[in-house]
């Protein structure tokens, strides 16, 4: 299991090495020293976070799996192990994270299918794949600064490959203000789930 970040200012991404550090989670930082060409993320960007992935498995083996999180507004709230029981849960090959906004192009929201929960768009900051799957799934340029989730969703909408999305938030919360702290978790009222890995995406509040 290889768990990755790329966050180029290490400072900035204090909360998520704090937590993975609390649950004993060993974080690669593939963003570490890279100059960042990916736009300042006001807006749409970060394509350069795909390709950096896509070099950093260019040598794994294809069954290792591959959890990448965000550096700046994520952290952990649970082991290693709770997130791979329940990604196994999923019967598939690769799970995001998903949300309830469909950004940054809201043009493609009728072709994204229907969820049990509000949470129906692929959110980009967290996923879990494996890395064969993942490798088939990046294929494709996509140019440094053009956006990393808009990729993904395009991706995820040919239907080809093994992948879907956690609507009820069961491993990745993304944010939501109904999100309510009990005790060292995090409780989602509307799914009734505890998640494992919280996103803050979205803007300053939300971070």
């Known amino acids: 299991v290889n768990v990755v970040t790329c966050a180029t200012d290490n400072e900035k991404a204090y909360r998520l090495f704090n937590s993975a550090e609390s649950k004993n989670i060993k974080v690669t930082n593939i963003g570490e020293g890279v100059v960042w060409r990916g ?7 970060g394509g350069q976070k795909i390709n950096l ?23 952990f709230t649970d082991s290693i192990e709770q997130i791979i029981d329940r990604w196994h849960s999923f019967g598939t090959r690769i799970l995001f994270g998903a949300e309830k906004t469909c ?47 808009l990729f993904m969703q395009q991706r995820f909408l040919l239907n080809k490959f093994d992948v879907k999305l956690d609507s009820e938030q069961y491993i990745f919360q993304t944010y939501d203000e109904c999100v309510k702290r009990e ?25």
């Open 39 to 45: 736009t300042d993320m006001s807006g749409p960007g």
């Open 53 to 75: 992935i896509k070099k950093y498995i260019k040598t794994l083996p294809d069954t290792d799996i591959l959890i990448f999180v965000d550096g700046y507004d994520v952290f």
């Open 103 to 149: 950004w940054p192009d809201t043009s493609i929201a009728d072709k994204f299918p229907d969820q049990p929960t509000l949470y129906k768009y692929l959110n980009s900051g967290t996923f879990i794949a494996e890395v064969g799957e993942l490798k088939n799934f990046l294929e494709g340029s996509i140019e440094d600064y053009e956006d990393d989730q």
């Open 183 to 207: 005790g060292v978790q995090l409780y989602n009222p509307e799914t009734r789930c505890y998640g494992c890995i919280f996103h803050g995406n979205g803007g300053l509040e939300a971070k």
